[in-house]
């Protein structure tokens, strides 16, 4: 086969160093072994316009001997596996539609090797010097990983009559795990786990344009933790803003709002009036509940979002499934407002009863909002537990609302858990993170540099790990592999 390599640097890069126009879309910053636009498989040879990432020169063309997947023989089965897992709704709109672009058009022999210097050598004499190409290598690291944890392994990947395999990614690596990977393991004749659920999940932009390291052009993991935003507060954003059905967008407008409006105004503001009334109110103490039919329609409400939360799960919408907690939030605001037990205190004992029933019912609710944001704000999840002093046994996930706290629980301390995002550092952060043009690269020398540390730092985690080095060891290494490879352009 053909590959490209840069006559600019006194080495053979990786396929994304090549850069061009896609020649099945026309999107003009495909990459040389995948177009971000239209996710198709390209050999860089195939790029129009084709440049150097590095030097922006013209690649050079040259010839090497390399092994492929023959997929054509898998096409049928491929095609009647993605059509079984359609007809279930356990493949999502987005990894059928990449699936079938791939099988309308006839699958074809996909090189699963290249002339890299990083990478899982190829164990045949023939290929030596050679690595496996990392989506054909990187899918069956799933089983090795789990080999080397346990040596029942076999009970997972060997199993699928009692196993369910679910994976979530970016929609630009669905291929390789809902036709390249299992066609490897069909291939292979044996009896494997094969992908059940599979969800492709479109694109997160960063305030209408992509997210860029290189260009400093959007806000990442390390640097989300030095705005001193609570990781709780982006995940909550980002979760709402999951790409579930179409590409979405960051903005720092946005966060702000649902971080003030979502969060501060509307979950915030019910779980303290409710917490904080039962503590000045009540002496802190859950009263008995007598409900009426006010309450019975409240907690109909509230039942039927929940029963939503759970359908939404099911269906790997966590998007909807979050929105579910916000919609029992606003009504238990609603609740609170409408029966104002601030007045029923200051009225006659049928009343004072009344209000305790109000607030231990709004508290029983907030305990339930305290479970159900678990999966998405962990940390969130905890502090409002401790606020309501609730025993671990009661942190259960239940089909339907349950006053789980009983009359006598004394809650905790409460306190605002979220603070408003003001609009001046709103400002700021997008002035931080809005990048730079990067119209010109490092120099050549300097990656070819890089390159070199990057090789030797590999071939060093590689023997740690042939000689069962220590964990702790292991991944302070790994940390400093992954810390070279991040400074590449």
Avoid at 179 to 204: C, H, Q, R, Y
Avoid at 209 to 231: H, L, N, Y
Wanted: hydrophobic share 35%.
């Amino acid at each position: 086969t053909q590959s490209s390599g840069s006559s600019g640097i006194n080495a053979e890069y990786g396929d994304r160093f090549v850069e061009g126009t896609c020649p099945f879309c026309g999107f003009e910053d495909a990459r040389g072994d995948q177009c971000d636009k239209c996710s198709k498989l390209i050999n860089p040879t195939e790029l129009k316009d084709p440049r150097c990432k590095v030097c922006s020169k013209s690649p050079e063309i040259k010839t090497s001997k390399h092994l492929f997947l023959d997929l054509p023989k898998l096409e049928e089965r491929i095609k009647k596996f993605t059509d079984e897992r359609d007809a279930m709704n356990t493949y999502n709109t987005t990894t059928v539609s990449i699936t079938n672009s791939w099988i309308k058009t006839g699958l074809k022999p996909r090189c699963i090797t290249r002339d890299l210097k990083w990478g899982t050598p190829v164990p045949h004499e023939d290929y030596k010097g050679k690595v496996f190409y990392v989506w054909f290598d990187a899918p069956i690291g799933y089983i090795s990983i789990t080999a080397n944890y346990m040596k029942e392994w076999e009970l997972w990947w060997k199993n699928p009559e009692n196993v369910t395999l679910h994976q979530f990614m970016a929609k630009d690596n669905v291929p390789f795990h809902s036709v390249i990977f299992p066609a490897s393991l069909m291939a292979t004749g044996e009896k494997w786990t094969l992908v059940n659920t599979l969800d492709g999940i479109d694109w997160l932009q960063y305030e209408g344009t992509k997210f860029s390291k290189s260009r400093g052009t959007g806000v990442f993991g390390d640097q989300a933790v030095e705005t001193g935003i609570p990781c709780d507060i982006f995940r909550c954003y980002l979760l709402l803003n999951r790409p579930e059905t179409s590409d979405t967008n960051f903005t720092w407008d946005s966060l702000a709002q649902t971080n003030n409006n979502i969060l501060l105004n509307n979950l915030g503001n019910f779980v303290l009036r409710a917490l904080t009334f039962c503590k000045n109110s009540f002496g802190s103490t859950i009263e008995k509940i007598t409900l009426n039919a006010d309450d019975e329609h409240f907690i109909a409400l509230v039942n039927g979002h929940l029963s939503s939360y759970y359908k939404h799960f099911d269906e790997r919408m966590m998007s909807r499934a979050f929105e579910c907690v916000f919609a029992i939030s606003k009504i238990g605001n609603q609740y609170l407002q409408y029966n104002a037990p601030w007045v029923l205190t200051k009225g006659s004992d049928a009343d004072k009863q009344r209000a305790g029933s109000v607030i231990s019912v709004a508290t029983n609710v907030a305990a339930l909002l305290s479970v159900i944001i678990s999966p998405f704000m962990p940390t969130m999840s905890k502090i409002l537990q401790e606020q309501i002093n609730m025993p671990e046994e009661k942190k259960l996930f239940t089909e339907s609302f349950v006053p789980l706290l009983k009359p006598g629980h004394i809650i905790g301390q409460p306190f605002p858990l979220f603070s408003k995002m003001e609009d001046a550092s709103v400002a700021a952060f997008k002035t931080k993170f809005a990048g730079q043009d990067s119209s010109s690269s490092a120099p050549v020398t300097d990656v070819e540099n890089l390159q070199r540390e990057i090789e030797k730092q590999g071939n060093k985690v590689r023997e740690l790990k042939s000689s069962k080095a220590s964990p702790d060891l292991i991944k302070s290494e790994v940390a400093i592999l992954l810390d070279l490879k991040k400074k590449l352009p």
